[in-house]
């Protein structure tokens, strides 16, 4: 595996405008390496295919992502789908592409989600979560609610939830 850098093109065969490093992996060895065995780093996973028009159409903001980590303890690694990783797609149920998998060097595998132009900003600020500790939490007093079982946010329009049943 080695970093994309500025002189080569992507994987679409476009030049690349920014030095960047993402690690490409093309074997389950590598992945082995590179991912799951790193105790150091946060790491970025994107799974992907050259044939995907929305692999294709989210490529550019994932490398600004990388840019925009490039200063922290986070690695990034794109996993193209062919003959050799067929089988790592497969053991990794990736549902569909483009796909991310967010590996903590603590925890292991801690987040996976859709990385297409639609989903980028949820990718980012999960990953701000873990870089940063710090979250976002959701303004609606329901989505608190839900996701602990109670709630106590006095939002401007008044909206007071409590449950402590659980």
Do not use: M
């Not at 949820?122 to 989505?143: H, I, K, Q, S, T």
């Not at 608190?144 to 709630?151: A, D, I, K, P, T």
């Amino acid at each position: 595996a080695s970093p994309a850098e500025t002189e080569e093109k992507d994987t679409f065969g476009k030049k690349k405008r920014d030095k960047i490093n993402v690690l490409r992996v093309e074997s389950i060895t590598e992945y082995k390496h590179k991912v799951v065995d790193e105790k150091e780093s946060i790491t970025v996973v994107r799974f992907y295919s050259r044939f995907c028009r929305s692999c294709r159409a989210s490529e550019p903001l994932f490398y600004k992502l990388a840019a925009d980590f490039q200063h922290h303890e986070v690695k990034f690694v794109e996993v193209p789908l062919t003959k050799d990783t067929k089988v790592l797609h497969d053991a990794l149920e990736v549902p569909s592409l483009p796909w991310t998998h967010i590996y903590h060097p603590e925890a292991g595998l801690v987040e996976e989600r859709k990385v297409s132009k639609k989903f980028i900003d949820e990718v980012r600020n999960c990953l701000r979560c873990y870089v940063y500790g710090e979250c976002d939490l959701a303004d609606a007093p329901a989505d608190c609610l839900n996701v602990y079982g109670e709630c106590a946010i006095d939002d401007d329009d008044g909206i007071h939830v409590t449950n402590n049943n659980r």
